[in-house]
């Protein structure tokens, strides 16, 4: 049963580990719950946040309005012959998720274990990794419009999906409260194991013909290797996105820096933002109670007791060295609030 509670810290909400506080806080279990929040007049004309996991998240002041936790559960599906449609709960734990897949044997979301957080935000920026994003396997989602009180259902080509971009993101920022995502699985699994490490661990591990499972656990062992566990120390996973050039600024910079790091994409080159951090001397960099991550420069981690706002000032400096060194500028992935 949802209640609106007040005064309430953010600390135990974002894996950053923030200490913040909101002045409102509702937990959502179900839509009715949203329509009895949203009718509620102690909220009306309170700014609003939408939280999941909170694990995209930097917190740099306390939040004056309301934070709306999704925490709506459920997983189901459907069978029509090798196609499965899983359909899952805004509030329910992403790895949760793959893991019930990868135990039923249905193949798509393999290569997006471990990824933190909740289903309801993995369509707001297109979660990735190992050579798979959500739109390879997304249906469709349905969403809360906070104007209308009505839900409406948004196709793949309603949610205009980029790299770690969406509709969300963009036109529809703030407008909609997305409460349970359709994936389409198969049980005939296609497996993407193209991405460098995964083809060097499953050598390694002598798998010649891998299955769900292996892949799965072959990312889970790559990305414990990598990425430092949120609940040891705060974190929000890539602090920037990786920063995509034109090919004539690729061509420039290429003769000056022979190793830079670059992937080909649709629309320039996709350069390695932890490579272009790491040159500039950052990686495993202590700055007070914040500094990036020994094994991964494009992850900025809280020491202890950072606040939002040393960490935001740090992210500052990384901006600043990267592009007086290599003359491209990082965006920010995580939200800041
Ligand atoms: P939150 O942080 O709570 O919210 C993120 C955004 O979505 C906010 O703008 C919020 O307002 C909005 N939002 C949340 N839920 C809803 C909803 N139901 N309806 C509407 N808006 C909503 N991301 C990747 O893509 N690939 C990775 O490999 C990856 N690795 C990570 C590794 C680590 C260690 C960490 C800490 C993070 C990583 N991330 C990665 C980032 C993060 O896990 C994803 O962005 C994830 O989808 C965030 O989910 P969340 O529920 O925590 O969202
Ligand atoms: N690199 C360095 N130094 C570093 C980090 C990376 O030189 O400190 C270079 C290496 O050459 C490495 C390359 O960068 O081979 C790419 O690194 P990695 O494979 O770790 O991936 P990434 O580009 O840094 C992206 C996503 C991750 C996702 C991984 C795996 C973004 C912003 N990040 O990271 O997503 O898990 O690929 O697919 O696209 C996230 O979004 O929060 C996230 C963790």
Redesign the pocket.
């Known amino acids: 049963m949802f209640s609106l509670k007040q005064n309430v810290s953010l600390k135990p909400y974002n894996t950053f580990g923030i200490d913040v506080k909101a002045n409102f806080f509702a937990d959502i279990y179900t839509v009715d719950d949203l329509m009895k929040l949203f009718t509620n007049s102690a909220i009306e004309g309170k700014k609003l946040l939408i939280l999941g996991g909170g694990s995209?998240m930097l917190f740099t002041e306390d939040f004056d309005g309301v934070v709306v936790k999704l925490s709506i559960p459920g997983i189901s599906y459907t069978t029509q012959g090798d196609e499965i449609i899983v359909t899952a709960g805004a509030g329910v734990v992403w790895n949760d998720l793959v893991t019930f897949c990868v135990n039923n044997g249905f193949a798509g979301l393999e290569?997006l274990t471990l990824?933190p957080g909740t289903v309801g935000a993995s369509p707001i920026?297109n979660?990735?990794?190992?050579?798979v994003e959500l739109k390879d396997v997304f249906l469709s989602c349905e969403a809360f419009e906070i104007a209308t009180l009505k839900t409406k259902m948004f196709s793949f080509e309603d949610c205009k999906f980029g790299?770690?971009d969406s509709v969300f993101k963009n036109d529809l920022k703030g407008k909609y409260i997305i409460t349970q995502v359709s994936f389409r699985l198969t049980k005939i699994a296609n497996l993407q194991t193209h991405?460098?490490?995964i083809t060097a661990e499953l050598t390694n591990r002598n798998i010649i013909t891998p299955n769900i499972a292996d892949v799965s656990a072959v990312v889970a062992a790559?990305?414990v290797s990598?990425?430092p566990d949120p609940s040891t120390i705060g974190n929000?996973?890539?602090?920037?996105?990786?920063p995509v050039i034109t090919e004539a600024q690729f061509q420039e910079l290429i003769q000056k820096f022979p190793d830079i790091?670059n992937y080909p994409v649709q629309n320039g080159v996709k350069l390695?933002?932890?490579?272009l951090?790491?040159?500039c001397g950052f990686?495993g960099k202590v700055v007070g109670n914040t500094g990036?991550?020994k094994?991964?420069?494009?992850?900025l981690v809280n020491h202890g007791n950072a606040s939002g706002q040393e960490v935001y000032s740090f992210s500052e400096q990384i901006i600043n060295s990267v592009h007086t060194k290599f003359g491209v500028t990082l965006e920010r992935?995580?939200n800041i609030l």
């Open positions: 995209n290569n990824i920026q979660i990735g990794a190992y050579g790299y770690r991405y460098g490490a790559i990305r990598k990425l929000a996973g890539s602090f920037f996105k990786n790091v390695a933002a932890g490579w951090i790491e040159q990686k990036t991550w094994n991964q420069a494009l992850v992935e995580v």
